[in-house]
């Protein structure tokens, strides 16, 4: 009987712990903004904007809402991603994926190409189609499908509009009918529509993403409307004193789940300002649980704020195996996490696996310019972080540059980097900002020749830059402000990337870089 009554109050205390742990936000940390979620049985499929990178629409998957790997991308050819000279955050805004009869279905915008448009695919880790493109116009446009029929919001001039459509064609059903203008903020986008207990609800953002972002709903028993505003709106934002001083701000654009167990989750985007009120790290993914009862409005979290440190009941928790904290370039192809800038020419990126080396060929297409340098990239996704790599430049001439680049822009980025003096002709280390219409170089010393370590270490107010020819002692070379790479100083919707580059001065320079690792290590 004894072991009978420990048996049941360790399988009680077992199942508290497991469906109680809590989590930390953000679920998925950097430059991930606009995310949307569906579920299938229970497999839990999320994406996220990508705007002037490629390749596009990062696709995450869980199996309990708290732990996410990346599978890879949703836009991986050409044919699909177009980004060819677009502006810096241009490109691919707010996509949403939905799930109907066997298929997965994603719509999104690219603002630098034709609108609006549709890729689907049975496998979401495969290969998703060529895109089918949309009349209605407007960004952050969704998909609801009920029965044989499929709808589709977007916002065209400030106003959530409905038609019915197509998806596998394109084809438009219906005139584009206006639903839903909000509760009077600015930037009425990101609608999804669903169905509960008899009503359609009409989720959206407002407010623009900055501090005044929010999140508001309303329903109506017709899916054409009238919808009657929730007289607790908005449902979800950091505006309002109770969460002034949350290290969370900026929380809106949110797509709601219901997850296997019949509880409701509500994804949503959010900034974390570091060194007085200047964020870097773009906008992340929070996750946060929602109250829904039957007729009732859903209630995010209690009172629409959320936290870092979540002590809430969760699924069950099923975290995934930790991936290495070094890329070695020991494989044929690179991990998901690192981009291109725009559509990348890839006789420019040669993987040498038998070597561990990924070699960049120099071109005359700079880190400056709405173009695609030879640049690949992965997200800073921690305030405080080491990134660590080596590289070996070859048959350089004066102009010629490969190195470490912290970029948000192509007007804001830091570059430390190998070249050749142009006066003397030795091989140096230069250590330059790019800020707005300016530039300084902060250090300029000579190294001898041959492989060089270059790190970059960033906290809540500076990134500080070192170099090594050992790999074991670092020299300090100078440290500058975050603000400089920040959304408040530059604007747009991106976060910083840390990069490796190579380019030149020459339209005919043969000088290439090798690098045998790069490492980031988060200090969070």
């Known amino acids: 009987?004894?072991?009978?009554?420990?048996?049941?109050?360790?399988?009680?205390?077992?199942?508290?712990?497991?469906?109680?742990?809590?989590?930390?936000?953000?679920?998925?940390?950097?430059?991930?903004?606009?995310?949307?979620?569906?579920?299938?049985?229970?497999?839990?499929?999320l994406v996220t904007s990508s705007f002037d990178y490629f390749p596009g629409v990062p696709l995450f998957h869980s199996k309990d809402l708290v732990n996410w790997e990346q599978l890879g991308h949703c836009l991986t050819r050409p044919s699909q991603l177009k980004l060819d000279k677009c502006w810096s955050s241009a490109g691919i805004y707010a996509p949403t994926i939905r799930y109907h009869n066997g298929v997965f279905y994603l719509i999104t915008t690219n603002v630098s190409d034709k609108g609006n448009f549709i890729v689907h695919t049975s496998n979401p880790a495969g290969a998703w189609s060529d895109p089918v493109w949309l009349k209605q116009k407007g960004i952050d446009p969704s998909l609801y499908f009920e029965g044989d029929k499929c709808y589709m919001t977007s916002n065209p001039d400030n106003t959530i509009c409905l038609s019915e459509i197509n998806p596998d064609t394109g084809e438009q059903l219906s005139p584009s009918l206006p639903i839903w203008q909000g509760t009077g903020g600015r930037y009425p986008e990101s609608p999804h529509l669903y169905k509960k207990d008899g009503w359609y609800y009409l989720l959206i953002a407002e407010g623009g993403t900055e501090y005044g972002h929010k999140v508001t709903i309303a329903r109506s028993r017709d899916i054409y409307g009238p919808y009657m505003s929730n007289p607790a709106n908005p449902i979800l934002t950091h505006i309002n004193m109770n969460a002034q001083s949350n290290p969370i701000q900026g929380t809106g654009h949110a797509d709601l789940v219901e997850a296997h167990d019949g509880s409701w989750w509500?994804?949503?985007?959010?900034?974390?300002?570091?060194?007085?009120?200047?964020?870097?790290?773009?906008?992340?993914?929070?996750?946060?649980?929602?109250?829904?009862?039957?007729?009732?409005?859903?209630?995010?979290?209690?009172?629409?704020?959320?936290?870092?440190?979540?002590?809430?009941?969760?699924?069950?928790?099923?975290?995934?195996?930790?991936?290495?904290?070094?890329?070695?370039?020991?494989?044929?192809?690179?991990?998901?996490?690192?981009?291109?800038?725009?559509?990348?020419?890839?006789?420019?990126?040669?993987?040498?696996?038998?070597?561990?080396?990924?070699?960049?060929?120099?071109?005359?297409?700079?880190?400056?310019?709405?173009?695609?340098?030879?640049?690949?990239?992965?997200?800073?996704?921690?305030?405080?972080?080491?990134a660590t790599t080596r590289v070996y430049l070859k048959n350089e001439s004066a102009g010629d540059e490969a190195g470490l680049t912290v970029y948000m822009e192509p007007s804001a980025h830091y570059d430390l980097f190998l070249g050749r003096s142009t006066t003397s002709g030795k091989r140096s280390l230069i250590l330059r900002y790019r800020i707005g219409v300016l530039k300084h170089i902060a250090a300029h010393i000579e190294v001898p020749n041959g492989k060089v370590y270059l790190r970059t270490v960033g906290d809540k107010d500076y990134y500080s830059f070192y170099y090594s020819t050992d790999g074991t002692n670092y020299r300090l070379l100078d440290k500058i402000n975050i603000w400089y790479l920040s959304s408040e100083t530059n604007g747009g919707f991106t976060g910083v990337y840390l990069g490796l580059f190579t380019q030149s001065i020459a339209t005919t320079s043969k000088a290439y870089a090798d690098y045998d690792f790069f490492s980031y290590q988060s200090q969070d």
Request: glycine share 8%; proline share 8%.
């Open 1 to 45: 009987m004894r072991r009978f009554l420990l048996g049941c109050i360790l399988f009680i205390y077992g199942s508290v712990a497991t469906f109680s742990q809590g989590y930390k936000n953000p679920i998925i940390p950097g430059f991930h903004p606009d995310p949307s979620i569906c579920r299938v049985g229970d497999d839990y499929y």
């Open 266 to 386: 509500i994804v949503f985007l959010g900034f974390r300002p570091q060194s007085g009120l200047h964020h870097v790290l773009g906008r992340e993914t929070f996750l946060a649980p929602v109250r829904w009862d039957c007729g009732a409005w859903p209630v995010v979290n209690g009172d629409g704020t959320v936290n870092l440190d979540m002590k809430v009941a969760t699924l069950p928790l099923k975290p995934f195996k930790k991936t290495a904290a070094d890329t070695l370039f020991n494989q044929p192809r690179l991990g998901v996490e690192w981009n291109y800038l725009r559509n990348p020419l890839m006789k420019n990126y040669v993987l040498i696996p038998q070597q561990g080396v990924l070699r960049l060929k120099a071109t005359p297409v700079t880190l400056d310019e709405s173009d695609s340098p030879t640049f690949v990239g992965r997200r800073q996704e921690h305030i405080n972080f080491v």
